[in-house]
């Protein structure tokens, strides 16, 4: 369980403790390379914060992993909707150095890049 942590956010009001503990379990990182394409990417200057998120997301809740990536899951289904990357400058391109030529606007092969990263928090 390194690194993993539930929060709730606003979006994530009306579900259920059963689905939120039973969450882990359920996230599907498949989902994270089907919808990578269909996300909108966003950087939020004064919170060095970038945003990987689809257009129109269902509601989700944020699962930290490492108190640097924050998965945006569907709980209902477990389908990841969005990513946000908190410290994006300050410290996950610090981190990550050699994704500092990468635009992650071509969320493709960013996404790709740091999914590997992701599981390795989930597992």
């Given at each position: 369980?390194?690194?993993?942590r539930?929060?709730?956010?606003?979006?994530?009001?009306?579900?259920?403790?059963?689905?939120?503990?039973?969450?882990?379990?359920?996230?599907?990182?498949n989902?994270?390379?089907k919808?990578?394409?269909?996300?909108?990417?966003?950087?939020?200057?004064?919170r060095?914060?970038l945003?990987?998120?689809?257009?129109?997301?269902?509601?989700?809740?944020?699962?930290?992993?490492?108190?640097?990536?924050?998965?945006?899951?569907?709980?209902?289904?477990?389908?990841?909707?969005?990513?946000?990357?908190?410290?994006?400058?300050?410290?996950?391109?610090?981190?990550?150095?050699?994704?500092?030529?990468?635009?992650?606007?071509?969320?493709?092969p960013?996404v790709?890049?740091?999914?590997r990263?992701?599981?390795?928090?989930?597992?």
């Amino acid at each position: 369980m390194h690194g993993f942590r539930l929060l709730w956010k606003e979006e994530g009001r009306g579900f259920n403790m059963e689905q939120i503990n039973d969450l882990k379990s359920r996230i599907d990182m498949n989902s994270l390379i089907k919808n990578r394409d269909s996300f909108n990417v966003s950087y939020n200057t004064k919170r060095d914060t970038l945003f990987l998120q689809m257009k129109n997301p269902p509601p989700a809740i944020s699962v930290d992993c490492d108190g640097l990536f924050w998965l945006r899951v569907n709980p209902q289904n477990g389908e990841v909707v969005g990513v946000e990357i908190e410290g994006y400058r300050k410290v996950f391109l610090k981190r990550y150095h050699e994704l500092e030529h990468m635009r992650p606007s071509t969320t493709k092969p960013f996404v790709d890049r740091i999914s590997r990263e992701l599981v390795g928090c989930l597992s």
